[in-house]
């Protein structure tokens, strides 16, 4: 299956049911995505799909065709998530991974 994340054509090789947090961690080593309840509930799988926030964990990739895909990794590539990042860091932010 194809997907387009963080501006770049994937292909991947998961069952169209497979959740879109399993590929974007394991297929594509992407780990800023991160498992928490898997439920749906604590929002530390979230990525944003055509400018929209889902939480991957229960968001099977079949769904996904012809969507854009953006993870945190894209942060980078922003220049205003570039000035947060800074932020984050100077001031010592701590990021919770539930």
């Known amino acids: 299956m194809e997907l387009f994340i963080n501006n770049q054509t994937v292909q991947v090789d998961a069952d169209a049911d497979t959740p879109l ?3 974007i961690r ?5 780990t800023g995505t991160k498992y928490g309840c898997g439920l749906s509930q604590c929002g530390a799988c979230s ?3 055509d400018g929209q926030l889902v939480r991957s964990c229960v968001t099977p990739i079949d769904k996904l065709a012809g969507k854009q895909i953006t993870t945190i990794e894209a ?3 922003d220049e205003v998530g570039k000035r947060v990042v800074a932020s984050w860091i100077k001031h010592q932010v701590p990021q919770c991974g539930y």
């Open 75 to 77: 942060i980078e590539s």
């Open 26 to 30: 394991d297929d594509l080593a992407m």
């Open 21 to 23: 947090l399993w590929v």
């Open 47 to 49: 990525v944003m799909v």
